[in-house]
């Protein structure tokens, strides 16, 4: 079993829609979780962090599951320039202990 | 505005050629890294360094090593590049050398090396 899973998708949604993806963890001693963005032939970046009580950033709001171990990502009203691979992150006790998802792809149609 | 570079963004190599990548950060991070990302396997860490002269072996460090003499520059090496090693390698730095905690990493565009 992968240390952190997501769905690859892709995920195709019509413009305005809300989508909502998750991110599966083995180790429970996780302490940190994070989603990234990554655009086509582009480097990842920091889209928000997931703090344990839940975390809202306009449109997007990203959740933490410790019981079940998980993380979610959902975001509303989509947009168009929402299409992009979301990459989910876990850190582990160390800088060293950083595991990227394979990443969910979600593209936004007209 | 934190900027992270890499030497090249497309190389292209012959099977056991010795490859050097370089990774420059203008932030003064303590901490810098170095991943391939392929298909459906993800970002995996191949070496990462807390400070100059330190590093730690990632997930995948077999075939590959690095140098860290001054704090801004981060350099993989491939002693004798193999096909396997064709990717994308992304390095990435962030602030902080405190065990256990995390700091947002930022990335560069990433180099394409082919291995032929």
């Known amino acids: 079993r992968k240390e952190v899973e997501q769905d690859p998708g892709p995920f195709n949604v019509p413009e305005g829609a809300t989508v909502a993806f998750n991110c599966t963890y083995s180790n429970s001693a996780s302490q940190s979780f994070f989603w990234y963005r990554q655009d086509c032939r582009k480097e990842p970046k920091l889209l928000m962090s997931?703090?344990?009580s839940g975390n809202e950033d306009g449109r997007f709001t990203a959740q933490l599951n410790r019981a079940s171990q998980y993380i979610s990502l959902l975001i509303r009203d989509s947009k168009l320039s929402d299409s992009a691979t979301y990459l989910c992150?876990?850190?582990?006790?160390?800088?060293?202990?950083?595991?990227f998802g394979s990443g969910t792809r979600l593209s936004i149609r007209p | 505005d934190v900027k992270v570079t890499q030497s090249s963004r497309y190389l292209v190599k012959r099977t056991g050629e010795k490859v050097f990548l370089e990774c420059v950060q203008d932030?003064?991070?303590?901490?810098m890294f170095w991943y391939r990302q392929d298909p459906g396997l993800g970002l995996r860490l191949i070496y990462f360094?807390?400070?100059?002269?330190?590093?730690e072996k990632g997930d995948i460090p077999e075939g590959y090593s690095v140098s860290r003499e001054k704090k801004e520059r981060f350099s993989l090496i491939l002693e004798s590049a193999s096909t396997n090693q064709t990717s994308m390698y992304l390095c990435a730095s962030s602030f902080s050398r405190t065990s256990g905690s995390y700091n947002e990493q930022f990335f560069g565009p990433g180099t394409r090396l082919t291995v032929l």
């Open positions: 992150v876990v850190n582990g006790s160390s800088a060293s202990k950083i595991i």
């Open positions: 360094s807390y400070d100059v002269k330190m590093k």
């Open positions: 932030m003064d991070h303590e901490n």
């Open positions: 997931v703090y344990s």
